[in-house]
């Protein structure tokens, strides 16, 4: 039984994938493999990697450019997540009535796996790395993809997987249609890419929502109780699944909570109780729990045995670039958040150090709405760095909240600045609450300079 119900889409014909990234490639080699004329377009230039790829697959493929009279005639279109939907290309596409869908919606089709399936506005990396951890640890064949890992199509054509732990963005979520998650997570839900929604945050809401849509009564949703947006949306967006919500505040019957002895406790309905030390969770901090409590709901709805899980948990590792500790030095510890592209990742990171932080910010800003974080930088920030061309705002924001706003001229000078406003118990934190794309590639090289001028001083 696939993941999508029927074969609504053509199996067969001219299938074009917009888009040459990671899962745009996945989608062409599984098309070839099902047996599709497959034409990949891109826009930009296709990275060397890719472009190999495609060539050793021998799967057509242009760059630079969109050939409409080479796309206007496929039967089945899949897009790249990173392609708005006011692209002329695609509302033309939209106009014909192509049908037009996300690699995991493709990719689904073709797939009996069990799929566990993480959205939120923050969180959601951490969450679905610790979910993979836990069933891997077990020894479950499980496979990781979606927003991270290797292409879900790919994995589907290549290395299929018992089960697959997937991240997914409400930009993937707007391309699915029929697609169905075993267990569907929505972590939290708080303004962010609301340009792609018109701005109207209900629009954004809707599209995380779609992560429950065609659930059954035999599968399981998982959601934040604490989250006041999730919470309110729960009416207009039902669900045949299983609930099983998560709290830090209150009790609850059936899912994830921590009482009044600091113990999360995992209660999931025909399975063994769990229970364990909030002090032994590996990553610490309020939304730390959260991640925790949603990932170990995961592992025991999938009948993971107690003493594996605690280990897991124990002993968790998080991902480069998400509040990863670079090094101490002098006292001081410096950490890499570059992953903190918008302003709740930021309180998020705030909320998890209880010393001084000396804190780097800045770069493209979306929009961003400041006020959230102004009484956590009073409490604990006693200066502010800014990177990236979009200082006026952040200047703004906290001038009256903090002593020290300065501007930097580069990576290496925010850090060396740093370091003399730093003093022994401090922490150096790089989150910016803005994307990076001024000064940077990307979030990565962001961090890894970050990095680098760290490890100089």
């Known amino acids: 039984m ?4 029927h074969n ?12 040459a ?6 989608a062409a080699i599984l098309g070839k493999d099902k047996g599709f004329d497959v034409f990949v377009s891109d826009m930009g230039q296709i990275a060397d990697t890719y472009k190999k790829q495609l060539e050793q697959e021998q799967i057509a493929f242009e760059e630079g450019k969109h050939s409409v009279e080479l796309i206007l005639n496929a039967d089945l279109l899949v897009k790249s997540p990173g392609i708005p939907e006011k692209a002329p290309l695609i509302k033309e596409l939209r106009s014909l009535g192509k049908p037009l869908i996300s690699e995991i919606e ?3 089709q073709y797939t009996d796996a069990k799929l566990y399936c993480i959205t939120g506005s923050n969180g959601k990396t951490t969450t679905t790395m610790l979910t993979y951890t836990l069933l891997k640890n077990a020894g479950l064949d499980v496979g990781l993809a979606g927003n991270i890992g290797n292409s879900f199509a790919l994995q589907v054509a290549r290395e299929p997987h018992a089960c697959y732990v997937l991240e997914i963005s409400s930009f993937m979520l707007d391309d699915m249609y029929h697609f169905r998650a075993d267990v569907a997570v929505i972590l939290n839900i708080t303004p962010d890419h609301l340009d792609r929604y018109e701005y109207k945050m209900e629009n954004y809401v809707a599209s995380k929502f779609r992560m429950v849509q065609n ?8 959601y934040c109780l604490d989250d006041p947006e999730t919470v309110a949306a729960l009416d207009k967006h039902p669900t045949k699944a299983m609930h099983l919500p998560f709290s830090a505040e209150q009790e609850v019957e059936q899912g994830a909570f921590v009482d009044a002895h600091n113990k999360l406790n995992i209660i999931v309905p025909h399975r063994e109780a769990f229970t364990m030390n909030i002090e032994e969770l590996s990553l610490q901090g309020k939304h730390n729990v959260y991640n925790n409590s949603a990932a170990g709901l995961i592992a025991k709805v999938q009948e993971l045995r107690n003493q594996s899980m605690k280990e897991s948990m124990g002993s968790f590792v998080n991902i480069e670039h998400r509040l990863e500790h670079v090094a101490c030095i002098g006292g001081v510890n410096y950490i890499n958040d570059s992953k903190a592209t918008n302003v709740n990742s930021v309180w998020y990171a705030l909320e998890s150090f209880s010393t001084e932080i000396v804190l780097i910010m800045g770069g493209v800003d979306k929009g961003n709405d400041y006020d959230m974080l102004k009484d956590l930088v009073q409490a604990k920030v006693k200066a502010i760095i800014c990177i990236g061309k979009d200082t006026g705002r952040i200047h703004e924001a906290f001038e009256d909240d903090t002593e020290v706003i300065v501007n930097s001229a580069s990576m290496s000078d925010a850090v060396q600045i740093a370091s003399h406003l730093a003093k022994k118990g401090d922490t150096v934190l790089l989150s910016p609450a803005c994307a990076s794309f001024d000064w940077f590639k990307n979030y990565e090289e962001r961090g890894d300079k970050f990095k680098e001028a760290v490890m100089t001083l």
Do not use: H, K
């Open 215 to 222: 659930q059954r009564d035999t599968d399981y949703f998982i």
């Open 2 to 5: 696939s993941n999508i119900a």
């Open 8 to 19: 609504y889409y053509p199996q067969a014909g001219r299938l074009v994938i917009l888009g």
């Open 106 to 108: 493709f990719a689904a």
């Open 21 to 26: 990234g990671e899962s745009g490639v996945g």
